[in-house]
């Protein structure tokens, strides 16, 4: 077995920061005792002077424009919990271990990736950005790796050890109480190595059942059966920001750092994803939600991100935006681009559909349709707008029907008896009567006729009979 | 004398010599990807027969409805067997989904574009041209540059789609780089179109194309290339007979 844990010593520092747009001094503070420390300070707040364990007017008083935040332990698990759907990628025995660690079980994924070294450095390079510092140690068992993790805190670097090397190290790494730790000083044991020399019983009669259980999960004496990941059903990311957001444009960084999570996500699940849902948090403690719906349902972010820019030039904040939040319920399967090998130019239908969305987004959703017949004989109803890519073609009637319809039928003078538009007409062909639609209040009876212009164009026109007035429906391409 | 053929074939394909005829293509001998508009001589009249398939295609009308739509609907027809989309934008009517199913057009490939700015008109017909879906895209914009229209022909190359750029006769007097320009003339008993510019060739005089005779053809015949090379005096007169038609008739409609 080979176990891989990630420490992240800063990590509510770090998802603060992830809020920024500007660098800034930040602290995190905790409460103890009704006193407020500082518990995270990130670098440029360390230039000013603040460490942790400081009171916060302290820190205020070193650094004017310093930023607090309150520890906030439900967003460090939600963080821990997208980095373990990250480092689903490398192996399924994931698991989170107290505020800010990552435990890995590689063993069953070294013939994948090439090797020890190669994991290591993928899952180095592969980190999602933003949770710098970080360190990762490989050891044979779980808690050894997490004691080297965390031994070596801010190495940045994935460092190998194995079982003999935890003699040297010192007591206070062990993941054990803090009293239990000043006793084993005050005991004269300040190494790992004089602990594990002495008689197992004693120690646990000493110590107490969890702390004997502690040590030979160390050793690798007694291993708990490999945790299995579970992918949450649903999605649901958000960020907060450190200075409230007044302009769209500046929602785009945040929205791509969502997205990302979102893409591990579906990669993780291998599904793809049509709508999503993004919520934005308002000054006034109103939410506003942008809704996304695409045509196709995709799965890369590099398909979705050029949609988004386009619909994000026409969103409009109703107020200053404090959070944004990114959910998404309902999936589909990954939808594989196909070519085919004999048809030259044709696109797969991924891009068929990228740009109706991109028309779309531009222009609005109304503008765009396809067009479908309907079986109905009143012209004006016999065809109607469809959703791109379905359309409907059913049986045509044996009559001549023009190639353009005009969208409101146009009034016609008529002069004794025939109708004139910029010249008499002259009737070529009809008439044609239909007389329907007594079902739903909207009758026609009219008698349509082929006239011609002139020696110019044929149009399509009728005569209303209930009223006797000649309209333009029609021209034909002819 | 056999045996000389081929040497001229061959010392005409060396790099050295050009044709003027061919300079265009370039060394290769490739012929440029046509679609046939089905009229004969429109189609001996533009360069290797028909309207070019990856650029733009400029019609010039002293009004819309003048034969446009006639001369380019079974190239519409069989563009919209492949699987690409067929767009309008901003049509001065709206395509007649029956009438379209009667020419053949596919209607799940149709895609109509509805908007009246230019530079929205001319954002989407770049947009659909460069993404290689669209197998044509006819566009009515009110007055592009030559700008706009140089990169509608870029991106119709990039896409390997037809751009059909319908523009008011007014405009010819216009510098356009569309490679191929067509002008249309009043509409009377046959279409009148004339080439003005096209690649290799010096364009066309007036050319009068049949038209479909709507008053004397009963049931409606799917067009196809060969229905169109026979001459107006040859297609048969006899008067409609099929059940159903109501009562044709020449003499003037009820009265008022």
């Not at chain 1, 920061?17 to 660098?23: I, K």
């Not at chain 1, 602290?27 to 002077?49: M, S």
Request: hydrophobic letters at 40%; a neutral charge.
């Amino acid at each position: 077995m080979l176990w891989a844990c990630f420490h992240f010593p800063a990590l509510a520092l770090n998802l603060v920061e992830q809020g920024v747009l500007t660098p800034q001094p930040l602290v995190v503070e905790t409460t103890r005792k009704q006193r407020r420390l500082v518990r995270y300070a990130n670098a440029l707040a360390h230039q000013h002077g603040i460490v942790p364990g400081m009171t916060i007017p302290t820190a205020q008083g070193l650094a004017q424009n310093l930023n607090c935040y309150a520890y906030d332990a439900h967003k460090e698990q939600q963080a821990l919990q997208q980095l373990g759907n990250w480092a689903y990628e490398f192996t399924p025995h994931i698991r989170t271990h107290g505020p800010n660690n990552l435990l890995l079980e590689v063993s069953h994924s070294l013939k994948l990736f090439h090797g020890q070294k190669e994991l290591a450095q993928r899952l180095t390079q592969q980190l999602p950005p933003g949770f710098k510092p970080f360190s990762l140690a490989f050891a044979d068992t779980d808690m050894a790796a997490l004691l080297f993790a965390q031994a070596h805190e801010s190495s940045n670097r994935a460092l190998f050890f194995s079982l003999p090397d935890l003699h040297d190290y010192d007591v206070q790494w062990l993941d054990v109480a803090d009293a239990q730790k000043n006793l084993l000083y005050s005991m004269g044991l300040k190494t790992v190595g004089q602990l594990l020399s002495l008689p197992k019983d004693s120690l646990s009669k000493r110590f107490g059942m969890e702390f004997s259980q502690y040590l030979l999960c160390l050793t690798g004496e007694q291993t708990a059966p490999l945790p299995n990941w579970s992918l949450p059903q649903t999605f649901q990311a958000e960020l907060d920001f450190v200075l409230e957001l007044d302009n769209a444009q500046s929602l785009l960084f945040p929205i791509r750092h969502l997205l990302s999570q979102l893409e591990h996500y579906l990669y993780a699940r291998q599904s793809a994803v049509s709508t999503f849902l993004f919520s934005l948090l308002l000054r006034n403690r109103a939410i506003q939600q942008w809704p996304i719906e695409l045509a196709i349902p995709m799965h890369r972010l590099a398909d979705i991100m050029p949609l988004i820019q386009l619909k994000l030039e026409k969103l409009k904040l109703e107020a200053p935006v404090l959070s944004l939040q990114l959910s998404a319920h309902t999936f589909g399967p990954i939808s594989v681009r196909q070519q085919d090998m004999f048809q030259r130019h044709q696109p797969d239908h991924i891009t068929r559909y990228q740009l109706v969305d991109r028309l779309k987004a531009r222009l609005g959703e109304q503008q765009i349709h396809s067009l479908s017949m309907v079986a109905d004989h009143r012209p004006e109803y016999s065809w109607c707008s469809a959703t791109p890519g379905q359309g409907e073609a059913l049986q045509h009637p044996s009559e001549q029907r023009p190639f353009w319809l005009l969208y409101q039928p146009q009034k016609l003078r008529s002069k004794k008896g025939l109708p004139v538009y910029h010249e008499p007409l002259h009737l070529l062909k009809g008439p044609e009567r239909i007389e329907t639609g007594w079902w739903d209040n909207q009758p026609i009876n009219r008698d349509y006729y082929i006239a011609q212009q002139g020696h110019g164009q044929h149009l399509w026109i009728y005569r209303d009979r209930d009223n006797s007035i000649w309209f333009l429906h029609g021209i034909f391409s002819q | 004398m056999s045996a000389a053929k081929p040497q001229l074939n061959q010392i005409l394909q060396h790099p050295a010599i050009w044709r003027a005829a061919d300079g265009m293509r370039g060394k290769q001998w490739q012929p440029l990807e046509t679609i046939a508009t089905g009229f004969h001589t429109l189609d001996q009249a533009l360069p290797d027969g028909g309207l070019p398939c990856d650029s733009v295609a400029e019609i010039l009308c002293p009004h819309w409805g003048c034969g446009e739509t006639e001369l380019v609907s079974s190239a519409l027809a069989s563009l919209s067997q492949q699987s690409r989309w067929l767009v309008w934008v901003n049509p001065p009517w709206l395509p007649y989904a029956p009438a379209l199913r009667q020419q053949g057009i596919q209607l799940e490939n149709t895609l109509i574009v509805h908007n009246k700015q230019d530079k929205d008109i001319l954002w989407a017909m770049e947009q659909c041209l460069a993404s290689g879906a669209c197998s044509v895209v006819q566009g009515w914009p009110h007055n592009p540059s030559p700008q706009q229209i140089r990169r509608l022909q870029l991106a119709a190359q990039k896409g390997h789609s037809l751009c059909l750029l319908m523009r008011p006769q007014a405009h010819m007097q216009q510098p356009s780089p569309a490679p191929l320009r067509l002008e249309l003339g009043a509409l009377q008993h046959n279409i009148q179109v004339r080439v003005v510019k096209c690649r290799g060739h010096w364009g066309s005089p007036w050319l009068r194309l049949p038209r479909h005779d709507l008053e004397h053809s009963a049931a409606f015949t799917l067009r196809t290339a060969a229905n169109k090379t026979i001459p107006q005096d040859q297609i048969p007169q006899t008067p409609p007979s099929g059940a159903g038609y109501s009562q044709h008739s020449t003499h003037s409609p009820p009265g008022t």
